[in-house]
């Protein structure tokens, strides 16, 4: 093997060792909500992914996530919250709203409708 | 008096700006509206939360001067208000309700929603098809200056010239700035989605198509600018066609998807195309006619030949026959007296009448069906939950596959290594096609959920239909479900010297005072037989026995044979008639006109017409068919003999019915209950799926996972076919996006190079991955037009 050959492999690892950290391993920090007349309301941005993807509630208090459709590809035109049976769709340029009390702590995923889109709540 | 109408001119409506749901009564006649005539308005309000707040909200709107009415609903966030437009306007209202704390909009018509999605599916498709249409005709010219060899085709004069090498240069580096333009304008998609996915630290399918496109363009353009970096050098050639092609062929796939996409949501469509758009109403005694969004609970409806009933209610005048098959899957149209409820979308035949409106806007049977079947499409069943997950490790897993591919090439493949160790890189990339693993279970739930509740068949969520395809045991309640729940007549018998009609007659006339159902089941059918009963004097109703009257001043008697017995009459051989008729689990009484005993008269609650052949269907399908019922073994046994079923549960409590399932469970079968949602709903839920029979109107029924809106049991047969052909469905797309990737890729990859030569070209692979997941789309679309056995069959 020249060392051309060698380096090309060497650097073809480091590249397979970061995509499984970047795209597995990686532990995303969650974005707390706001609350405001006992409602926590936090806005999610739709373009490609949800932005904030992992949205820290509490409990026992209602929820209120306003989604904001930025694109117009049909990937992300629902969104679906499989564990409390809730989905909605999405027009681009609308706000679709949410809501739900959480009474159990744990958490809460949610997804376009082929998941190729995820983010989930964390019920604190 | 002259009558006022009001015509509703949609066009007129719609002609200004966009304003959902007033009709301004000032269309069509401004004495009226100047007489100052109220219109209704329903506002979505954001932000209650307890009965408090639409008190606030309620006594908030109704201080705005020109306001009649307000009612607010907290549960549906509706204030519903009645105002003068004169005097105010629907600005003032929402701001009245900003001032307490609360947002209020227009409630917008719920057809909106459906139709902004499709027009943005158009507009997607339109948008796509731009951008395909760019990137083809570039890449036209990129081919023609890629393969120099088919110049004679547009240019023969310029055949026998060969360029120097400073002019194909030229050309390359001319296609690299075209290809460059078909990135940025048809490709952008997937760029700016590889970077919103990626920031999200999450990969799809954008990232895929960008890399390997980009990959290739970059591979390309060194090669043009500096081939000297390579080890093969200036022979190295640029394949932009591969990033321009590629980019066209799923970019038409997208298209194709788009519009087919477009066509899975029509189920809804067509639902919410069945809403009538005008009513004819009655206010202070005058007939106007206005949209449907603005009549109000208990408003009188007037409903003409021929006519679509609007909303939800009760006839309150006349009577006619409907057609609710487009709710209900009910072929044949039913009878509708004075008391009896309407449903809003079904066709009136040719009777006219008035109804009071029970149930508008959101509330109504259709708009419950619209959002029921929309819920249900958004939900996933628990195979999808399995896709979910590989579908979470596929795309970084491509992504690998792409460098191991680069990494064995480059090291051990043939000279060009690099050429080699980039092209199959870029072809695993582009063959791999997560969408149509993501696309194959949702797209066929939408199209199976849809295709059911055409048929009056709400399924409520994926999870329900899956299991409804495993169902091994159907267990049906007897009473209302089987059978219609009411006592109707079944057998008139003569005694010798009498008619059956003169029996039947005696017999209603003396019943007629009576208010037991049977009585009343009598009754009823002498009225419909044209006998007109008589009016009795000295009606006693005698507990346990029977009833005594006198009719046309003859002393008759109805009731058991004790009754009989203690008047002395003989009963001779009606006792053997009355045997027989009880055998068949029907309740018989003996008739007695003066002394002599005249006949039999038998009531039974019947089964429904179509309850057999639904049962005979069920069977055919494998499905063991069990009769659950309250009533004593004799009877039971009675119906299930006329219904074809051979097991029977009966005298079962109705608390004990949900054990029963239980037990039914524990011999290790799938349980499907069908009942009646209220009594049944312990036992609904202790099933597997839990048919809930509708009543019509009421069609969010909690307890059930499956709502037959029609009542028959053809539903029951229709939602299991359906569910399996849906599951089946999903499979096979499954089946075949899986078997796809599995064999692509490593195709892709070039593992049959060594064996066979063997090595796919990127634009192949991009030719596959639109192919295949246009493929899934298709297959899912296909359920639309599926034709179940249960309808074709029982339709009798």
Known sequence: MSTVQIVVNIIGIGVIAWIVWYFWLYRKAGVAVTETNGVQEAVIRVKGGYDPDVVIIKKDRPVRLLFQRQESSLCSEMVVFDSIGQSAHLPEGQTVAIEFTPHEKGEIPFQCQMGMLRGKLVVQ | ?796
């Open chain 2, 1 to 796: 008096m002259k009558q006022h109408m009001q015509t509703y001119d949609p066009a007129l409506h719609h002609a200004g700006e966009k304003q959902t749901a007033v009709v301004p009564p000032t269309i069509g006649d401004n004495a009226l509206a100047a007489a100052g005539a109220p219109v209704a308005l329903d506002l979505a309000v954001r932000g209650m939360h307890c009965a408090s707040c639409a008190t606030t909200v309620a006594s908030a709107l109704r201080q705005v001067p020109g306001v009649q009415t307000a009612e607010v609903n907290v549960a549906t966030e509706i204030a519903h208000v009645r105002y003068l437009p004169a005097s105010t306007d629907v600005a003032a209202l929402t701001s009245a309700v900003a001032a307490v704390g609360y947002s209020a909009a227009e409630r917008g018509d719920p057809s909106d929603d459906v139709d902004e999605q499709t027009a943005a599916h158009q507009l997607e498709y339109r948008n796509l098809m731009r951008k395909f249409w760019y990137a083809a005709s570039i890449s036209v010219v990129i081919l023609l200056v890629a393969f120099p060899e088919i110049r004679w085709l547009y240019a023969p004069n310029l055949f026998w010239i060969e360029p120097s090498a400073a002019i194909v240069r030229g050309l390359w580096a001319a296609s690299g700035v075209l290809a460059l333009t078909v990135m940025a304008y048809s490709g952008r998609h997937f760029y700016t989605g590889l970077w919103f996915a990626f920031k999200h630290h999450a990969a799809d399918m954008n990232t895929l198509i960008a890399l390997g496109t980009a990959a290739a363009w970059l591979y390309s353009t060194v090669a043009v600018l500096a081939p000297q970096v390579f080890p093969m050098g200036a022979s190295t050639m640029p394949f932009y066609d591969v990033t321009t092609v590629v980019i066209a062929l799923v970019v038409l796939g997208q298209a194709i998807e788009a519009r087919a996409k477009g066509q899975s949501s029509q189920a809804i469509r067509k639902l919410l195309g069945l809403q009538a758009k005008t009513a004819r109403i009655l206010r202070d005694g005058v007939e106007v006619e206005v949209s449907v969004e603005s009549v109000l609970v208990s408003d009188i409806v007037v409903v003409r030949p021929g006519e679509k009933i609007p909303v939800d209610g009760i006839i309150v005048a006349g009577h006619s026959a409907l057609d609710e098959s487009m709710i209900t899957g009910e072929s044949l149209p039913v009878d509708k007296q004075i008391g009896d409820a309407v449903i809003g979308a079904t066709m009136n035949t040719t009777g006219s009448f008035k109804f009071e409106a029970t149930k508008v806007g959101k509330d109504t049977a259709l708009a419950q069906i619209v959002k029921l079947v929309q819920d249900a499409m958004g939900t996933k069943p628990p195979i999808a939950r399995l896709v979910d997950r590989v579908s979470y490790y596929f795309v970084p897993a491509v992504m690998i596959t792409a460098v191991l591919s680069f990494m064995v090439w480059f090291t051990f493949g043939p000279s060009p290594a690099l050429a080699f160790a980039i092209v199959t890189a870029v072809t695993v990339l582009i063959i791999a096609c997560p969408c149509a693993i993501g696309m194959a279970v949702p797209l066929a739930l939408v199209g199976g959920v849809g295709k059911a509740a055409e048929h009056g068949v709400l399924i409520r969520s994926g999870e329900a239909l899956q299991t409804a395809s495993t169902l091994q045991t159907i267990v049906l309640d007897k009473t209302g479900t089987i059978t219609k729940g009411k006592p109707e007549l079944t057998d008139t018998e003569a005694d010798a010297g009498f008619d059956a009609d003169r029996v039947l007659y005696y017999a209603a006339s003396a019943d007629r005072p009576s208010e037991h159902p049977l009585a009343q089941a009598i009754v009823q059918a002498a009225n419909s037989r044209g006998l007109a009963p008589a009016e009795p004097s000295d009606f006693t109703a005698l507990p346990g026995l029977g009833v005594a009257a006198t009719v046309d001043g003859k002393r008759v008697l109805v009731g058991n044979g004790r009754l009989m017995e203690r008047e002395g009459i003989d009963i001779g051989s009606l006792q053997t008639t009355v045997a027989r008729l009880q055998s068949e689990g029907k309740t018989a009484m003996f008739v007695a006109v003066g002394k002599l005993a005249a006949g039999v008269v038998a009531v039974a609650d019947t089964v429904k017409k179509d309850s057999v052949a639904a049962i005979r269907v069920m069977q055919s399908m494998g499905l063991e068919v069990i009769m659950l019922t309250g009533d004593n073994e004799r009877t039971a046994q009675a119906i299930a003999r006329q219904v074809g079923i051979t097991r029977v549960l009966s005298e079962v409590l109705p608390e004990d019915k949900a054990h029963q399932v239980h037990l039914l469970k524990g011999e290790g079968k799938q349980v499907g209950m069908v009942g009646d949602g209220i009594n049944d709903a312990p036992a609904l839920v202790e099933a597997n799926v839990g048919f809930a029979i509708g009543t019509g109107a009421d069609v969010a029924i909690e307890a059930a996972d499956i709502t037959l809106v029609g009542g028959s049991l053809k539903g029951v047969a229709y939602a299991i076919e359906v569910s399996r052909a849906t599951m089946r469905n999903a499979k096979q797309n499954l089946f075949g996006a899986f078997i796809y990737n599995t064999l692509g890729i490593p195709v892709a990859a070039g593992i049959l190079y060594p064996l066979l030569g063997i090595l796919l070209s990127p634009i192949m692979a991009a030719a596959a991955m639109a192919i295949s997941s246009i493929t899934v789309v298709s297959n899912a679309n296909r359920l639309r037009s599926f034709k179940a056995k249960s309808f074709r069959e029982a339709t009798l």
